[in-house]
T-cell receptor, first 114, second 111 residues
């Protein structure tokens, strides 16, 4: 069964900490994405990556960075966590192709910054 | 700016009712519209719509796209408590190669 795995389901961090959220996919997908999900705001794109070592800013990149050193792994980094980064973080991947537009999602990481 | 808007944001109905969820969009380069269902974990794919007027159906769920009026609806008939979830609408943007999501509709089915 193909999957996208996020390393933590729940995470509690202190303000100012550096936080790493890890995402691994086993489908050899080229594209990977990080979204945050907040009530009433839906899913908002933070960063995405078309392929290894490539990254593009999404709609809300401030306060975040990413790393994609290997095709299967896409990491989201909160350089200095703040309380307004408390949210659900969803990772997704997709393979490129003319008829494939959908994503495969991970189960999410619920991050609380205190 | 590409925008996808869902309504209502929240809906509570009784088991057996029929519901209609709405999704409208304004995007630069439309390629397709997708519906996902999200329970406690990862969103799962329901439908992908590319052409106007062609209904997609899966059991009690169905969806249709109107590319002239820029909206889609998701219908659920004879609702069950297992239909309780957040329903997400997203539009795939050609060129940018990404999905833009709406706010989601939280549907609650009471027994």
């Amino acid at each position: 069964d193909v999957k996208v795995t996020q390393s933590s389901r729940y995470l509690v961090k202190r303000t100012g900490e550096k936080v790493f959220l890890e995402c691994v996919q086993d489908m050899d997908h080229e594209n990977m994405f990080w979204y945050r999900q907040d009530p009433g705001l839906g899913l908002r794109l933070i960063y995405f990556s078309y392929d290894v070592k490539m990254k593009e800013k999404g709609d809300i990149p401030e306060g975040y960075s990413v790393s994609r050193e290997k095709k299967e792994r896409f990491s989201l980094i909160l350089e200095s966590a703040s309380t307004n980064q408390t949210s659900m973080y969803l990772c997704a991947s997709r393979t490129i192709g003319y008829t494939n537009y959908g994503y495969t999602f991970g189960s999410g990481t619920r991050l609380t910054v205190v | 700016e590409d925008k996808v808007v869902q309504s209502p944001l929240s809906l509570v109905v009784h088991e057996g009712d029929t519901v209609t969820l709405n999704c409208s969009y304004e995007v630069t380069n439309f390629r397709s519209l997708l519906w996902y269902k999200q329970e406690k974990k990862a969103p799962t794919f329901l439908f992908m719509l590319t052409s106007s007027g062609i209904e997609k159906k899966s059991g009690r769920l169905s969806s249709i796209l109107d590319k002239k009026e820029l909206f889609s609806i998701l219908n659920i008939t004879a609702t069950q408590t297992g239909d309780s979830a957040i329903y997400l609408c997203a539009v795939f943007i050609q060129g940018a190669q990404k999905l833009v999501f709406g706010q989601g509709t939280r549907l609650t089915i009471n027994p």
